[in-house]
């Protein structure tokens, strides 16, 4: 199929294709439950078993010819034609299709007076063969088990063939093949459009929610921005406040390990009466002092006599001559660590 014949095919066409494609998937899935499950699902249905042209009750209960009561009816194994065959592995709707194509050639009797239907027994080399269970009834027989169920007060919700010991359990399904022939009344869409209506619903609910929680994020985000301002200021703040904190460690760390007061107090103390300092530079590890001094004085010997520093050495080779006020000095002494 290709889109342009898509795209001319009517609403009927159309509908018929997704009816098609509906019933293909479903079958698809039916056929991955496991057998266990399907009879389960089976035993909890109503059942009524057709045999010598009557209908037997199982759970005593009928309806009325008016309203009619939807039930599974069951046919005898000994009413059916049944044979097992091998197939290359494929769906189960390929599988029905296949053997209405073969039934001249897997039963006695013309295709045209049979109904035909397959399920599948086994699987066989990793999936790749099948063993198909094949089965057929006379229409006569169909048409005669509708009718008695009609009068009965029953519709036949799914036809098939019931187990010897346990005919409610049914294998099997000729109900889709007899409504395709108008042998069957349609299904009821009263089912279907009230699942209809529960799955909008659903959808609904899910809707809302998502909706709900749309506006409850979008309420966060206002919520978010209209504090946005605080923040901001907040952030400048703790900014500011942290960078404070830093140089207060850093500052309380270089106090820790460097003694600056104690290396000018010693400084002081270790220079002669007759000297005084105008410049005086500090870097933890080092120091110089430059200033005058009234002869005789030795600065360089005065700072050496300290056990604070160093390494006393003038810290210039010029020669700077003297002054009224006095000779002027220029010393660099290292910091004796650990020293105080």
Known sequence: MNSSSFLNADMATVGS???????????????????SLRKMGQQNSPHAVFRDERIDFRD????????PRPVNLALAPSQ????????????????????????????PLASDSLLVDAEIEARR?????????????????????????LMAGIIPRRIG??????????????APQMRALGMLPPKSQAPGIWWAL???LFLLNIGLLVWRDQQKVAQLEATVEAQQPAVSVYRTIATRTARVEQIARTTASRRASHDAMGDLAAATAALPDGAWVQRYDWNGASLRLAGYYRSPIDV????GRSERFINVRT?????QADIPIGRPFDVTADVRRGGR
Do not use: Y
Request: proline residues 3%.
């Open 315 to 319: 810290s210039g080779s010029d020669v």
């Open 300 to 303: 360089n010997a005065s700072l």
């Open 161 to 174: 063939i019931g187990e010897g010991e346990h005919p409610d359990h049914l294998h099997f399904d000729f």
């Open 17 to 35: 294709w997704l009816r098609g494609g509906w019933r293909w998937w479903t079958n698809e899935i039916a056929a991955i439950v496991p057998a």
């Open 125 to 149: 080399d990793n999936g790749k063969t099948l063993q198909v269970r094949v089965v057929a009834i006379r229409r006569e027989l169909a048409e005669s088990a509708v009718s008695t169920a």
């Open 60 to 67: 005593g209960i009928a309806g009325t010819a008016e309203r």
């Open 198 to 200: 529960v799955g909008a």
């Open 80 to 107: 059916s034609l049944q044979r097992f065959i091998d197939l290359p592995a494929m769906g189960l709707s390929d599988i029905r299709s296949m053997m209405a194509l073969e039934a001249n050639r897997l039963f």
